[in-house]
């Protein structure tokens, strides 16, 4: 490589090289502090030769880059490839510029380093340090300053976009200096170098040096006077951090008497191995006809009218679009967004796919299936795949494919874990992810390291199923996520049974303002029949309107008033008393525990299943696997009867299949998700249960000339006004049936309208409902915006496009507070649960047997890792009634105190991975605990019980009857 040789040839000053870049006399003050063995020897490398290293990788990084994206930087500068990557390469190669500052060298003699010849080394070239600095400012921003003012030096002050290109320098550690930190680090770099000028001449140095070698030289002036990079700024900078990251790696680029920097770069990118853009060979054609080409499990089934039709649209757009697909629960939206991803990666130059879902629980599954797909697809190159979560560690199938290439012999194809991927926020990076919405939502927030976000996604097509558990929070987030896909113009793809109109307008509207700068001023609504619905954006707004499938289901609707248990005794015991299978889906997880059990006592536990999120994680997931095997599509497994009790975690990706179901009332969209789940196969069934029947219950007559009454939990989960507007919508039913699929787009049209014509008997509650609706709807919205990153375009430069302040989502220590801030939840509490019995001995909950006995002391085994694992994955959420409010500081104090009191039997733990920082509820031998004044019970059967039985534990934010899912 002509560039590699280039900077092999510099010849750099005295000055120049005795300046220190990298050293691992930190490490070695680290490791003593923490009194282990200090046997590394005391090393160093030159800071020329770390740019050197950085401007090499990152040209490599930029070879590779997904077309898309390479397209995007080209873009900005109007001067071909050529000029973009020497752009990148010179950013790389001058980032650390601002080491070259007494503030930084001075730390190689601060607080007992082994390294004063690295500073006496510098004197000798005539750098002089003062006695004191008042403030050390981070050599990013010297770096940012330096580099600003040089750029206005050699264009005589016509660099009118000097800031542009300087703040790249100011970011490359995840954070951007503000305007005022930048005038003031000017100030005082003035005063600290004034006297000696060896520092600004050895920066000058490598600046132009640098920019000779890289090929820079001539394209400066035009870049610092014409170009036009706003949106292409964060892709920079993810690429610089990401070149930088590898160039700081020991293990590729080691410490010590460097070799040419060729050998170093081609050394360490072949060592590090890092697989180049997805890019599919096969593409399905117009005669594809077997689904299972791409899905084993499909193996002769052709694709159906919706699938088709994706791919068509795929193959067809103009540009690359927003599609967002809606179809009904089991119509095939997976397989179709992934065949139309496979269609839109290769035409627009993608490098591979994000797909986003809800929760950890329906990514987990999912992981494994697109594994799967990945495996079938004919590629020239392997694959790499990353699950993205912040319990993907504890997924067995991502674990076992980091030992081992997945699907090498089917289609060639190959799919591997790069352990490079596997470290904080590098996730994201890979070619395939899967993983939760928030994992996508990350790119709109101000955080530390964001670009990285950008650069991962921007070059992906990007997948979000179930879009419509979305709420308007996240929203807020979801929109501003589109705008900059959109402005990238990146492929992306949303999946949902149904959306409101005004949902469906919303992300169809950000993601065309991104792609042409504008708002758009007459806005088109898709026909309210059409559906299934394919909804395609990109300069324009089209839709394709699915021919309805054959087969059609008629639920007849009725209201059960009675919502307590012996209602729906009564009721299943009337329907089912020839067999069939009943599901039973309530708004919370209180009411699933109280309903489970009285249906226990009437049916016998034998027949009656409990799910929802306040099991043990590894508990729930065999629970949903059970489910899945007894009642999906393939039937041989399922029983002559049986009765399913759930909260809303039975809506989400489960393939269950109930004969007759009884649903709390929820907003209209949910109500129809949950008939999702009935008569969701064509079987033969109970001749009771041959037509498809819904009972709705939890709410008072909806035909009455007054509003219903609803229950106080369901209440407090939708809100009044959804579960009114649910509740007209259901009431004005044609004899209390709907056809599914064709009623879903009306009824969700009317159930979202921007006007209801309700009975004049309900007028006053439901306006005040409505009123308390549209305020909650923008303190929510507000309170989003708090932590929402700038529009696309709205700023020439990075300065303050993240504050230095930002938190970081991905570290352990502030990650739920992240987790917070994309979704509008409460303080939630996750603990580890253990038994620790009267032997004295600590287990890990097993329904059967005794647990697994965890080590006193815990070592660093790998026995000793796997159990910690296990221990990590025993995990559940507390409900509000122990997290909310004031009260969630007194839990945390008593499971501290509690683990502290153990001394030596949990010794070993804060050296974990799986465990540093967890905090863990120990369960007596009868599955009991004390905590915060209330009596905590994990049951196998219903999960997770608190009763609050003492007087002084009142005023938490808990409602009587628990918390949703």
């Given at each position: 490589m002509e560039m590699l040789s280039q900077l092999d040839a510099i010849n750099w000053s005295p000055a120049a090289t005795s300046v220190w870049g990298k050293t691992n006399a930190f490490e070695i003050r680290a490791r003593r502090a923490r009194g282990e063995a200090d046997d590394l020897p005391a090393e160093w490398l030159p800071l020329v030769q770390h740019l050197q290293d950085t401007a090499g990788v990152a040209a490599h990084l930029f070879d590779r880059l997904p077309r898309l994206i390479k397209q995007d930087i080209t873009d900005s500068f109007g001067h071909g490839e050529e000029s973009a990557r020497a752009f990148v390469s010179l950013i790389a190669g001058i980032h650390d510029l601002g080491k070259v500052s007494a503030g930084f060298t001075r730390m190689a003699v601060a607080d007992g380093s082994d390294m004063p010849d690295l500073i006496t080394r510098m004197e000798s070239q005539g750098f002089r340090f003062p006695s004191r600095l008042d403030h050390v400012w981070h050599h990013t921003l010297v770096g940012q300053v330096a580099v600003r003012a040089m750029l206005k030096q050699l264009t005589s002050d016509r660099a009118v976009h000097a800031d542009a290109f300087a703040s790249l320098i100011g970011a490359h550690h995840g954070t951007n200096p503000s305007k005022d930190a930048l005038k003031a680090c000017e100030t005082d770099l003035r005063i600290i170098e004034s006297g000696c000028p060896v520092w600004g001449e050895v920066r000058s140095e490598i600046f132009t040096k640098m920019a000779r070698a890289v090929g820079a030289e001539t394209w400066l002036s035009q870049w610092v006077t014409s170009w036009q990079l706003s949106t292409a700024l964060p892709l920079i900078e993810g690429l610089i951090i990401q070149a930088d990251w590898i160039a700081s790696d020991t293990w590729l680029f080691p410490l010590g008497e460097p070799e040419p920097t060729s050998v170093r770069v081609e050394h360490?990118?072949?060592?590090?191995?890092?697989?180049?853009?997805?890019?599919?060979?096969?593409?399905?054609?117009?005669?594809?006809?077997?689904?299972?080409?791409?899905?084993?499990?499909?193996?002769?089934?052709?694709?159906?009218?919706?699938?088709?039709?994706?791919?068509?649209?795929?193959?067809?757009?103009?540009?690359?679009?927003?599609?967002?697909?809606?179809?009904?629960?089991?119509?095939?939206?997976?397989?179709?967004?992934?065949?139309?991803?496979?269609?839109?990666?290769?035409?627009?130059?993608?490098?591979?796919?994000?797909?986003?879902?809800?929760?950890?629980?329906?990514?987990?599954?999912?992981?494994?299936?697109?594994?799967?797909?990945?495996?079938?697809?004919?590629?020239?190159?392997?694959?790499?795949?990353?699950?993205?979560?912040?319990?993907?560690?504890?997924?067995?199938?991502?674990?076992?494919?980091?030992?081992?290439?997945?699907?090498?012999?089917?289609?060639?194809?190959?799919?591997?874990?790069?352990?490079?991927?596997?470290?904080?926020?590098?996730?994201?990076?890979?070619?395939?992810?899967?993983?939760?919405?928030?994992?996508?939502?990350?790119?709109?927030?101000?955080?530390?390291?964001?670009?990285?976000?950008?650069?991962?996604?921007?070059?992906?097509?990007?997948?979000?199923?179930?879009?419509?558990?979305?709420?308007?929070?996240?929203?807020?987030?979801?929109?501003?996520?589109?705008?900059?896909?959109?402005?990238?113009?990146?492929?992306?793809?949303?999946?949902?049974?149904?959306?409101?109109?005004?949902?469906?307008?919303?992300?169809?509207?950000?993601?065309?303002?991104?792609?042409?700068?504008?708002?758009?001023?007459?806005?088109?609504?898709?026909?309210?029949?059409?559906?299934?619905?394919?909804?395609?954006?990109?300069?324009?707004?089209?839709?394709?309107?699915?021919?309805?499938?054959?087969?059609?289901?008629?639920?007849?609707?009725?209201?059960?008033?009675?919502?307590?248990?012996?209602?729906?005794?009564?009721?299943?015991?009337?329907?089912?008393?020839?067999?069939?299978?009943?599901?039973?889906?309530?708004?919370?997880?209180?009411?699933?525990?109280?309903?489970?059990?009285?249906?226990?006592?009437?049916?016998?536990?034998?027949?009656?299943?409990?799910?929802?999120?306040?099991?043990?994680?590894?508990?729930?997931?065999?629970?949903?696997?059970?489910?899945?095997?007894?009642?999906?599509?393939?039937?041989?497994?399922?029983?002559?009867?049986?009765?399913?009790?759930?909260?809303?975690?039975?809506?989400?990706?489960?393939?269950?299949?109930?004969?007759?179901?009884?649903?709390?009332?929820?907003?209209?969209?949910?109500?129809?998700?949950?008939?999702?789940?009935?008569?969701?196969?064509?079987?033969?069934?109970?001749?009771?249960?041959?037509?498809?029947?819904?009972?709705?219950?939890?709410?008072?007559?909806?035909?009455?000339?007054?509003?219903?009454?609803?229950?106080?939990?369901?209440?407090?989960?939708y809100g009044s006004a959804a579960l009114l507007r649910a509740s007209f919508v259901l009431g004005k039913l044609d004899a209390g049936r709907i056809t599914l699929p064709s009623d879903i787009p009306h009824l969700v049209a009317q159930g979202y309208a921007d006007t209801i014509d309700v009975p004049d008997g309900w007028v006053p509650e439901f306006e005040m409902a409505e009123e308390q609706r549209v305020k909650d709807t923008a303190q929510t919205q507000e309170k989003a915006e708090d932590f929402l990153l700038k529009t696309p375009g709205r700023s020439s430069t990075l300065t303050g496009f993240t504050p230095q302040q930002a938190q970081d989502p991905e570290k352990r220590d502030d990650g739920v507070q992240g987790r917070a801030v994309v979704r509008d939840s409460e303080d939630s509490l996750e603990v580890i649960v253990l038994l620790h019995g009267a032997d004295g001995l600590i287990r890990i909950p097993h329904p059967h047997g005794e647990g697994t006995v965890v080590p006193s002391p815990l070592t660093d085994s790998a026995v000793d890792r796997d159990i910690a694992r296990q221990v990590a994955a025993s995990t559940v959420v507390l409900p509000r009634v122990l997290s909310g409010g004031w009260v969630i500081d007194r839990v945390i104090d008593e499971l501290e105190n509690l683990s502290e009191g153990l001394g030596n039997m949990v010794a070993g733990w804060q050296r974990s991975y799986w465990l540093k920082g967890q905090l863990v509820l120990f369960l007596d031998d009868t599955l009991n605990a004390r905590l915060a004044g209330m009596s905590v019970h994990y049951d196998y059967e219903k999960g997770l019980q608190v009763t609050k039985d003492d007087p002084s534990a009142s005023g938490t934010s808990a409602t009587p009857e628990g918390d949703a899912q």
């Open positions: 360490g990118v072949r060592r590090l191995d890092l697989p180049p853009a997805w890019v599919p060979t096969g593409l399905p054609g117009d005669d594809f006809a077997n689904l299972g080409e791409r899905f084993q499990a499909l193996e002769g089934l052709h694709p159906n009218a919706l699938q088709s039709a994706a791919l068509h649209a795929a193959k067809t757009a103009h540009e690359a679009p927003l599609m967002i697909i809606e179809a009904p629960m089991g119509g095939g939206k997976t397989e179709a967004a992934l065949l139309a991803a496979e269609v839109l990666d290769a035409r627009f130059g993608c490098g591979g796919i994000f797909f986003g879902l809800p929760t950890m629980a329906t990514a987990n599954p999912m992981f494994t299936r697109v594994a799967e797909w990945l495996a079938a697809v004919p590629v020239a190159s392997a694959s790499a795949l990353v699950l993205s979560h912040s319990k993907a560690g504890l997924n067995d199938d991502f674990q076992q494919l980091q030992q081992e290439t997945y699907g090498a012999g089917r289609r060639g194809a190959v799919v591997r874990v790069d352990s490079w991927f596997l470290q904080s926020k590098r996730g994201i990076l890979a070619n395939t992810v899967v993983g939760t919405i928030d994992q996508s939502l990350f790119m709109a927030l101000q955080a530390k390291h964001v670009v990285l976000r950008h650069l991962g996604l921007a070059g992906k097509v990007v997948i979000i199923d179930e879009v419509h558990a979305a709420d308007s929070y996240m929203r807020v987030y979801l929109t501003r996520v589109l705008r900059w896909l959109g402005a990238y113009g990146t492929p992306v793809i949303l999946l949902s049974a149904t959306l409101p109109p005004a949902t469906r307008q919303e992300l169809v509207d950000a993601y065309v303002r991104g792609r042409t700068r504008k708002q758009r001023q007459h806005l088109v609504s898709a026909p309210v029949a059409a559906y299934p619905l394919i909804t395609l954006a990109s300069s324009d707004v089209t839709w394709v309107s699915i021919d309805q499938p054959s087969a059609q289901t008629t639920v007849q609707i009725h209201q059960l008033e009675n919502a307590e248990s012996d209602g729906i005794i009564r009721l299943l015991d009337e329907k089912l008393i020839d067999g069939g299978i009943a599901g039973v889906i309530v708004n919370t997880v209180q009411r699933a525990q109280d309903i489970y059990e009285e249906l226990a006592d009437a049916f016998g536990p034998d027949q009656v299943r409990l799910l929802h999120s306040r099991f043990l994680a590894p508990e729930r997931a065999r629970k949903e696997r059970e489910l899945v095997e007894l009642l999906g599509r393939d039937g041989r497994a399922r029983p002559d009867k049986l009765i399913v009790v759930g909260t809303q975690v039975l809506e989400q990706s489960l393939d269950i299949d109930f004969d007759v179901l009884v649903t709390d009332l929820a907003p209209i969209d949910l109500v129809l998700q949950r008939m999702g789940r009935l008569h969701r196969h064509s079987r033969h069934r109970p001749p009771r249960l041959a037509e498809a029947t819904c009972y709705v219950t939890g709410a008072s007559t909806w035909n009455g000339e007054t509003p219903p009454d609803f229950l106080s939990g369901s209440k407090a989960i």
